[in-house]
């Protein structure tokens, strides 16, 4: 069974350009997240889809960053414009169902803002 | 939000040595889980936890859902070179947002 896809694994932009990451769940799984991990520190959800639609977007700053998963199956972040504080990882996951607490992780893009 | 407290922060031991870290919340938790993360991948799950006092294994792993719901203890035996990396203990926050701790660095010498 594939596990989750990402790309790009590395990214490196001036601040206040836009950036966008791509992620493909384990298939049949319904449920997707995007965490952030800054170095140090364990990952923090940032958006939660089940299919199509968001579940939690609680942490996601809206004003700069976006999610979408349009046909309920792979998804895309964007930061638009980006600070030197996005640094970080950005981890995709995904489950097979919405109660199912053990959630599978992609290897992450690393972005870097300079 | 609840937070996850992981400890020892980081550890440097002997291969072969026996290795035991925790991780403690002030808030009850119903499920723990445990993950690894090598550098430059993501987490991969090693073991999930359903019921206080419960003790699972997963080849030389084992973790433990402590009595009290506040706390869980993971516990490598033998460890070899190829146990080096971050361990991160993980619950529920609510629904199934996970919260994770800040992790434990594993270092093994050969």
């Known amino acids: 069974e594939a596990g989750v896809a990402q790309s790009p694994r590395y990214k490196i932009i001036e601040k206040r350009q836009s950036v966008a990451f791509w992620c493909n769940p384990i298939s049949g799984h319904a449920t997707l997240y995007w965490y952030q991990q800054i170095l140090g520190q364990g990952p923090k959800l940032l958006i939660q889809?089940?299919?199509?639609?968001?579940?939690?977007d609680s942490q996601l700053p809206k004003d700069r960053f976006s999610a979408e998963r349009l046909k309920g199956v792979d998804s895309t972040l964007k930061i638009q414009p980006a600070k030197l504080e996005d640094s970080a990882v950005y981890l995709c996951a995904s489950s097979s169902r919405l109660d199912a607490y053990e959630q599978y992780f992609g290897p992450g893009t690393r972005l870097t803002v300079t | 939000g609840q937070q996850l407290n992981q400890s020892p922060q980081s550890m440097f031991i002997q291969e072969g040595e026996d290795v035991s870290m925790n991780c403690t919340s002030s808030s009850i938790f119903n499920t723990w889980l445990w993950y690894k993360q090598d550098p430059g991948e993501g987490p991969v799950l090693l073991i999930a936890l359903y019921k206080a006092g419960e003790l699972t294994s997963n080849g030389r792993l084992t973790a433990q859902f402590g009595i009290t719901r506040k706390d869980s203890f993971l516990n490598i035996s033998a460890s070899i070179p190829s146990d080096v990396g971050i361990y991160f203990c993980?619950?529920?926050?609510?629904?199934?947002?996970?919260?994770f701790g800040a992790g434990t660095i594993l270092r093994v010498k050969s």
């Open positions: 889809f089940q299919n199509n639609g968001v579940v939690d």
């Open positions: 993980a619950g529920p926050e609510y629904g199934n947002k996970l919260v």
